[in-house]
T-cell receptor, first 108, second 118 residues
Framework: SQQGEEDPQALSIQEGENATMNCSYKTSINNLQWYRQNSGRGLVHLILIRSNEREKHSGRLRVTLDTSKKSSSLLITASRAADTASYFCAPPNDKVIFGPGTSLSVIP | DAGVIQSPRHEVTEMGQEVTLRCKPISGHNSLFWYRQTMMRGLELLIYFNNNVPIDDSGMPEDRFSAKMPNASFSTLKIQPSEPRDSAVYFC????????????????FGPGTRLLVL
């Protein structure tokens, strides 16, 4: 089983700025998912990108996938204070396993 | 749908006591996962079930932990006896295991049970 490794571990930005988080994984994948966790709450699924996709959008979220580098990135545009949360990537597995996540703080 | 339901939401107990956490997955989902989250260790998968059968319990820390899924709509995680180091937030998640593995399951998490063992 593999887990994704998010980078950076912590990120602090001003409201309105863009936030970029990266994820690296070890083995080949069919798809990759990103989740968000608000403080004290369970994880919420954000987006799934398949291995034959290079980029995917959902609202203010943009996810890229580079299977040759075994990496993915999550971009949040025009960040809001409500985006403050931890973000996890999850490469596919028999079970979804989460790395340490990126803790994002958006300062109003 | 009400989503994944966990109870209790908070539990404070004394060392040595038995603790039982409960989970009701989303109706129709056939996989259920128990996670533990602490600041030190992050989010750890403890055990997961598929069609009520435990598939992988390698994450269960020790014999004090046990999990059951007597039917498709209910699961328990029991700690006996509890210890202060068991203090954590315990999450239950469920998913629909599709035959097309390429889709991978999207997990839906419950609100968690915050456990404090004194």
């Amino acid at each position: 089983s593999q887990q994704g490794e998010e980078d950076p571990q912590a990120l602090s930005i001003q409201e309105g700025e863009n936030a970029t988080m990266n994820c690296s994984y070890k083995t080949s994948i069919n798809n990759l998912q990103w989740y968000r966790q608000n403080s004290g709450r369970g994880l919420v699924h954000l987006i799934l990108i398949r291995s034959n996709e290079r980029e995917k959008h959902s609202g203010r979220l943009r996810v890229t996938l580079d299977t040759s580098k075994k990496s993915s990135s999550l971009l949040i545009t025009a960040s809001r204070a409500a985006d403050t949360a931890s973000y996890f990537c999850a490469p596919p597995n028999d079970k979804v396993i989460f790395g340490p996540g990126t803790s994002l703080s958006v300062i109003p | 749908d009400a989503g994944v339901i966990q109870s209790p939401r908070h539990e404070v107990t004394e060392m040595g006591q038995e603790v039982t956490l409960r989970c009701k997955p989303i109706s129709g989902h056939n996989s259920l996962f128990w996670y533990r989250q602490t600041m030190m260790r992050g989010l750890e998968l403890l055990i997961y079930f598929n069609n009520n059968v435990p598939i992988d319990d390698s994450g269960m820390p020790e014999d004090r932990f046990s999990a059951k899924m007597p039917n498709a709509s209910f699961s328990t995680l029991k700690i006996q006896p509890s210890e202060p180091r068991d203090s954590a937030v315990y999450f239950c998640a469920s998913s629909l295991d599709l035959e097309d593995r390429a889709l991978q399951e999207t997990q839906y998490f419950g609100p968690g049970t915050r456990l404090l063992v004194l």
